[in-house]
């Protein structure tokens, strides 16, 4: 059987988007990591499905999987595709779209330039909602690394988030840092790790170490943690324009109001690179 699939990108983070609203698939995680593989398969950093919604409020169900096969909660880059691909492939006539996701609910609008502006939900610090071994919450959590003290922010944009400062992205111990981080004992389910460089109050650089793929070119909601970590740090006040190696995206977060924090809002491009079908 030959399956019908869209190859997409946002900011060079790239996916293989499947709809399984007119197709039948049984997805694995050897099936996916196959897939995944830029040599022997197509060849990128999530697998997204798109699938009918299981209540009437919202518009579809929105699944995603990381290049080891791994599903995840949330992925920003992700939604924006997600929404270009309803609307692209006729699925929806609507502008404004609700997606059930394992993290909860999203709101999607199609903006008349094009770009894509997602209601990425609240972002959570309690630690136990990260999930992080730590005792309260706080900004700044010391850990030991390689034998070596290392600061770092955590909180959770539904999939679980470290931010780390740097002075200069481009020399940041990605590479080395970003794999002893996702997998350090204190964070249980593996964690996505940010190296933040804020430029001004309203600018600043991201480089993603990604949890179950590696570097990407661009973290939708890394760039939501890192701006979120920003702000609530003193750091950065919203909008805040965060580039990525892959490019540009704009972050709003209104802060914490009588304890509940507001919804973080991300804006940014969504692009259709090729269609394909695969032997299943
Ligand atoms: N690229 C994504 C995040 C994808 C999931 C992440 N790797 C995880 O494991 O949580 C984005 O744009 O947010």
């Known amino acids: 059987m030959m399956l019908r699939f869209t190859k997409m990108h946002g900011l060079g983070n790239d996916f293989m988007v499947i709809d399984l609203i007119t197709q039948r698939a049984r997805l694995t995680p050897e099936l996916i990591q196959r897939w995944a593989d830029r040599r022997f398969g197509i060849g990128f950093d999530q697998l997204l499905t798109v699938e009918p919604p299981r209540g009437p409020e919202m518009d579809f169900r929105y699944r995603i999987y990381n290049a080891d096969g791994g599903e995840v909660e949330n992925c920003g880059n992700g939604a924006r595709c997600f929404a270009r691909f309803v609307v692209d492939q006729q699925l929806t006539r609507k ?156 972050i709003e977060w209104a802060g914490e109001h009588n304890g509940a924090p507001a919804a973080v809002i991300m804006t940014g491009p969504a692009e259709r690179v090729f269609e394909g079908r695969i032997e299943l």
């Open 95 to 250: 502008r404004e779209i609700r997606v059930e996701t394992a993290a909860g609910p999203l709101t999607l609008t199609l903006a008349d330039d094009g770009r894509v502006r997602v209601d990425m939900g609240q972002p959570r610090f309690e630690p136990e909602r990260i999930p992080l071994k730590a005792t309260q919450v706080a900004t700044a959590y010391e850990f030991e690394l390689n034998g070596q003290p290392i600061t770092l922010d955590a909180l959770s944009m539904g999939n679980p988030h470290a931010v780390i400062d740097v002075e200069n992205v481009d020399t940041a111990p990605v590479a080395t840092m970003g794999p002893a981080i996702e997998a350090h004992p204190r964070f249980p389910h593996r964690v996505n790790v940010g190296f933040l460089e804020v430029t001004d109050r309203h600018r600043a650089r991201l480089r993603v170490f990604e949890r179950g793929v590696g570097e990407t070119l661009a973290c939708g909601t890394g760039a939501c943690a890192a701006v979120v970590s920003g702000i609530r740090r003193g750091l950065l006040d919203t909008p805040v324009d965060i580039t990525l190696p892959g490019g540009a995206l704009t």
